[in-house]
């Protein structure tokens, strides 16, 4: 089963558009293809104005409303850096057509199709920056951006119904930033602190954690990072209702913390690992982990080539990596068209009403 999210899903039908464009934006339209006809190439400063438009549009269909007050008397205000600027009448505040959105504030706005098709390959930050003509911080940055952004709209869609949950044992990261002191590794062998998962055993507790990935029947997928000791029922919350019908395998390697569900837990697989007498029966074929254990493996596998992330940024990625899985189908320009609208979706403004 492929695993797709509900937000691309959501991506992938047709934008509304709400509200009419200005005329010098219309102007531009019209005359980007009688200067393709010419072979003349569009001004970043006519492709940075459109992109506005198109903003605004997929984040304010049914038209202009404040982000403080979600009111509706808008009135223009003049022009901030060839971006629209407005005043609400209600609350006497200000904003501008990227208020509140992944691109509020970035100058190179022409770019960010580019970037967005840099990501759905999963270039590297440096690859990116020298096929754009950026800085490799400036990549970085909006890199986190956007998926920061994804990170935030999947926090708010659970698993639901039959859930498949494996728990995978990590060693934390603290790459890019200062390690505690409690979890630091100087006084440790070189064998140990050179291969760290293997000796495990070895390493302080501050160091060892878990990753909780959950897949329902929907192909709805979340993940949670657990520290060590931490219940995994307190991170299951978080990523599947309260409903949640929870499957997973009996073995050892696939749940290395006690499950502490208040439910019934379905258990597949062989017949090792820690049980109950009221869990010994065979739940059915319509129970298996063979998702999301497959989802896990995909994942360590697109998660080589960035050679170890933070440990603190780790769900960011895992929310990456399931936009270019569901887009893998897609051809490269219309995924990061999708990837791009759905960023700006995840942190626009709110609904009005």
Known sequence: MAVRTSSVLRASSKAPFGC???????????????????????????????????????????????????????????????VQRYKCKECRSYFTDLTGSALYRVRRRDLWLDFCQCMVEGLSVRQTARSLGISK???????????????????????????????????????GSHVPDGARLDDLDWIVRRYRSAYRHALPPARLGGLLLAVDREGTARARV???????????????????????????????????????????????????????????????ARNVRGLLHKFRDWMRPFRGVATRYLLRYFSWYLRVSACAAVRPGAAARLLFFEALQASGHPEPG
Request: hydrophobic share 40%; aromatic share 8%.
């Open 137 to 175: 911080n400036t990549a970085f940055a909006w890199r986190h951006r956007v998926i920061a952004a994804l990170t935030s709209a999947d926090s708010h869609i659970p698993c639901s119904g039959i859930v498949e949950v494996v728990h995978y044992p990590l060693v934390r990261s603290f790459k």
């Open 20 to 82: 009419e464009r200005p005329i010098e934006e219309r102007l531009a339209a019209l005359a980007l293809p009688i200067s393709a006809e010419r072979g003349e190439l569009p001004s970043r400063a006519v492709r940075a104005e459109l992109w506005v438009g198109e903003i605004r549009d997929a984040l304010m269909p049914r038209g202009l409303v404040c982000p403080s007050c979600r009111g509706f008397a808008i009135v223009r205000y003049g022009k901030r850096r060839g």
């Open 226 to 288: 657990t520290m060590h000791g931490e219940s995994l029922a307190g991170a299951l919350r978080r990523i599947a209702s309260h409903n949640a019908d929870i499957c997973a395998y009996r073995s050892y390697s696939s749940l290395t913390a006690p499950m502490d569900w208040p439910d019934r837990v379905n258990w597949v697989g062989g017949r090792r690992g820690r049980l109950k007498a009221r869990d010994r029966l065979d739940p059915g074929p319509l129970y298996h």
